[in-house]
C-alpha cells in the first residue's frame, strides 16, 4: 500500500483485497473501527434531504425499476435499455461521506448477487 498513490482509491481497493485474510480483517477492524487510530471523524452531510423517486419514466416506481437504476450504465442485462453498456454504472460526482469524496474519478459498479435478492456495488 506504501507503493500506490494515496488518491487512487481503486489501486488501494485492488492492492487490500489482493492481500485479504482473516488476520487482515481483524487488523483493519481493530485499528479502523475499533480503536479509530487515524481519529476520522467525517459527517454525513444533513442536507440537501433528498426523497425518493416515486415515478420514474411516467411509471410508479417498483423495486425492479429502482434495481436498474442501480445497475444504471453497466453493460448489464439488468440495466435500463437507455444504459450506455459501460464498464461502470456510475461516475460518483458526491456521495454521503466527506472524507469518501475526496478521492478522484470514482466508478461506482452494482449488479445483482448470485442469489438475486440482493444488490452488491
Known amino acids: 500500500l506504501n507503493e ?3 488518491g487512487d482509491q481503486v489501486a488501494s481497493y ?3 483485497v489482493s492481500f485479504e485474510s482473516e488476520l487482515l480483517r481483524d487488523f483493519s477492524f481493530c485499528i479502523l473501527q475499533k480503536n479509530n487510530i487515524f481519529e476520522c ?3 454525513i452531510p444533513s442536507i440537501p434531504k433528498v426523497e425518493p423517486l416515486k415515478r420514474w419514466r411516467r411509471k410508479e416506481m417498483t423495486t425492479e425499476m429502482a434495481r ?3 445497475v444504471g450504465h453497466l453493460n ?3 440495466a435500463p435499455k437507455q444504459g450506455q453498456g459501460l464498464d461502470i454504472s456510475w461516475k460518483v460526482t ?5 472524507a469518501y469524496d475526496q478521492f478522484p474519478s470514482q466508478n461506482q459498479l452494482f449488479y445483482e448477487s448470485a442469489n438475486g435478492r440482493d444488490m452488491w456495488y
Do not use: F, Q
Request: hydrophobic share 40%; charged share 30%; net charge negative.
Open 4 to 6: 500506490v498513490d494515496t
Open 14 to 16: 485492488r492492492t487490500v
Open 41 to 43: 471523524d467525517a459527517k
Open 68 to 70: 436498474s437504476i442501480l
Open 76 to 78: 448489464d442485462e439488468a
Open 94 to 98: 458526491c456521495g454521503a461521506n466527506v
